[in-house]
């Protein structure tokens, strides 16, 4: 146990092999597992897809109406004819939902009404500034939960106390909120960054921030929890009693231990992230994913929602999927495991 | 704790009351000024007009964006409204919309789970597969379109945030249902002959949804952060009436030149999070056998 712990390079290609017979059949087996994986993966993304145009289709109204402007306008019968002939809505709808999955399998999410272009397109155009948002949120998040973590858990009782306190209160702030005191402070009194709608990488900071925050909180917990399970484990003991300072302790062995409830979660985090991108882009003027999708609700443009709903759920699977690889970079007796 | 029950079966009649107290005491700090701003807040709920002489809607244009004052301790809006008295008076749609959106998703949750924890292999395989789907939907991104497809209003955003929060009480409820389903109490119940249906409402129920009161107290806190959020994007209450989401977005525009129009019913919304949140992890410690540490 102590020797898998203690093993500071994810196992390389280097087989874990614990009885000679199991060996054979492990590149079977891993094959297998990647299988169910990618099977799994698909299913996940048929069933957001298939949701999604069950929900277009129920929408109150009809999508016909919608396309021509929604329930406050009247457009005359021959109107939505027309609007259903070219849309093809007078199909038979199991002929409309093959044809739906198999564009979009081709990667053709039909055409937005309210930007007048594919849908594919403006996606594209918009969704680099979210990840960028999204990304450099998670990043900050992570940084100030190991920086916190290290510093103020299972210390003298008030700084552990206060350590846990700032966490709990930073889950229950409004993203939104401390956006705008964020740009308070350091935009109109400090002007130590610029306005509103300015691009680059100093931009970035205030948004990224107020995403980052909360989740810090969040991820934050799990990893405070996981680092005061870790610290009274029997190797930690057993690494002070070989003449391991505290501080090597806490970042050689009990770190990577705590962080691996937070990383489970992390991928989870990163979609979410990029669903609650729209309070900090809305706030901040920035173009991205989540203002679209605002503009797309409010013109009742069906393709564009559906269209940002995939695309924000295929970021999620991916993300789960990369930090499952993470965690087993992080947790090599998974890997031994399973 | 254990002194105080010590207590109690020594001296069991006149005890009680001591004990009682020494249980309210031994709360952690947090916990009883939590308990305390929560019953200010029930309050109200229940008797707005105890709180504030002003009215929600009333205004005085000539008094607009009037900093704090003794007349006025959270200043007026725009409008010159006194924000004190509308954040007292919104309280009830704030509080009512992320309870009954938290009680939807519970409902939700405890069907789900209910089937997927007890209605076999091929029940639980495909709850299972919805629910992976469903989680594929951010909640917030989930809850906007939910809101603009069916229309911004109160009862749309509680449809919205319980089908959004719904999923995850869901895998608690099953794997609660799992570690429930095969205690020998559970066994014993069927032993004695009672119907399944009684077995499974009396005590397989109420045993899985222990842990589930404080998760679902914090709960409370997220959604009304959610319920807020929608209001500040515009897609919640509209603008004159005084739930706090849509006071914040009103704000928005004057944050700069009048602090107070954002700063206090932000920091109610907090201060509400963070009570409930404290009560909610301490309810979720103590239902684990645990103390906050």
Redesign the interface.
């Known amino acids: 146990m102590i020797e898998v712990v203690t093993a500071s390079a994810p196992a390389s290609d280097a087989p874990v092999v614990r009885d000679g017979a199991v060996a054979p059949s492990r590149h079977r087996r891993r094959f297998r597992r990647a299988a169910q994986r990618l099977a ?1 993966i698909l ?2 993304l048929w ?2 897809a298939s ?1 999604t145009w069950i ?1 277009s289709k129920a ?2 109204g009809g999508e016909a109406v919608a396309i021509a402007g929604g329930p406050g306008t009247t457009p005359s019968p021959e109107m939505l004819e027309a609007i259903k002939k070219q849309y093809g809505l007078d199909r038979p709808l199991i002929t409309q939902y093959l044809d739906y999955l198999r564009h979009l399998v081709t990667g053709d999410l039909g055409y937005s009404t309210s930007q007048y272009r594919p849908v594919s397109t403006v996606i594209a155009q918009n969704i680099g500034p979210t990840a960028q948002l999204a990304g450099s949120a998670i990043f900050l998040a992570w940084l100030i939960v190991i920086v916190w973590t290290l510093l103020t858990v299972k210390r003298r009782r008030p700084i ?1 106390a206060i350590g ?2 700032v966490q ?2 930073l ?7 401390l956006g ?2 964020l ?2 402070v350091f935009v ?1 009194r400090l002007n130590w960054v610029p306005a509103f709608g300015a691009t680059g990488p100093r931009a970035l900071i205030l948004p990224a921030l107020s995403m980052a925050l909360p989740l810090a909180g969040f991820i934050g917990q799990l990893t405070r929890l996981g680092f ?1 399970t870790t610290l009274e484990q029997p190797f930690i003991t057993s690494a002070r009693a070989r003449g391991m300072t505290d501080w090597k302790v806490r970042t050689r062995h009990v770190l990577r231990h705590a962080i691996l409830p937070g990383l489970s979660v992390t991928g ?1 985090a990163l ?2 992230s ?3 991108a ?2 900090a882009e ?1 706030l901040f003027v920035r173009q991205g994913i989540g203002t679209l ?2 503009t797309a ?2 013109r009742q443009d069906t393709a564009l ?1 559906v269209g ?2 995939l695309s ?2 295929l970021v ?2 991916l993300a789960n999927l990369a930090a499952d690889g993470l965690y087993l970079i992080a947790d090599p007796r998974m890997k031994a495991e399973s | 704790m254990t002194a105080g029950d010590a207590t109690a079966t020594r001296v069991p009649k006149v005890g009680e009351r001591f004990v009682r107290a020494r249980r309210w005491l031994s709360l952690p700090p ?1 916990v009883i000024v939590s308990l305390i701003f929560l019953t200010l807040v029930l309050a109200a709920v229940i008797a707005p007009s105890l709180l504030t002489s002003t009215q929600p809607l009333e205004a005085d244009p000539l008094n607009g964006l009037a900093a704090p004052s003794l007349a006025h301790p959270f200043g007026t809006d725009a409008s010159g409204r006194d924000i004190y008295g509308r954040l007292v008076y919104g309280t009830r749609l704030s509080l009512s919309i992320a309870i009954l959106a938290i009680l939807l998703a519970l409902f939700i949750a405890v069907v789900l789970g209910l089937l997927s924890g007890l209605g076999g292999r091929v029940l639980d395989s495909a709850v299972g ?2 629910l ?2 469903w ?8 809850v ?2 939910i809101v ?3 229309g911004a209003h109160p009862s749309t955003m509680v449809i919205a945030m319980g089908i959004g929060a719904a999923p995850g009480y869901a895998r608690l409820v099953r794997g609660q249902v799992l570690s429930v389903r095969n205690r020998p109490y559970v066994e014993a119940a069927a032993v004695l002959g009672h119907p399944y249906v009684r077995v499974v409402v009396r005590t397989i129920l109420p045993n899985a949804l222990r842990p589930l009161v404080g998760v679902a107290t914090v709960g409370v ?1 997220d959604m009304i ?1 959610v319920a ?2 929608l209001g ?2 515009g897609l919640g209450a509209q603008p004159p009436s005084p739930e706090w989401g849509a006071m ?1 977005a009103a704000g ?1 525009d004057y ?2 030149t009048a ?1 107070w129009v ?1 700063l206090f019913p ?1 920091a109610v ?2 201060t509400l ?2 009570a409930t ?2 009560v909610g ?1 301490h309810l979720l410690l103590s239902s684990e056998g645990r103390t906050a ?1």
Request: glycine share 10%; hydrophobic share 60%; net charge neutral.
């Open positions: 799994r299913f996940i069933g957001v949701a929900a929408r109150p552990s846990s306190g709990v209160a889950i229950s702030l409004p993203p939104y909120w705008m005191l740009i308070e109109f005061e989870f979609g979410a990029f669903g609650g729209v309070l809305s999708l605002l609700v409010a929602t940002i709903t924000v759920a999620y699977v | 947090g597969g919805a992976d789907i989680f594929a939907f951010p909640t917030l991104l989930l906007i379109v603009a497809t069916l806190a952060v807020t959020s500040f994007l914040l928005r944050f700069s602090w954002e932000g919304i907090i999070a963070l949140a404290t992890r540490s």
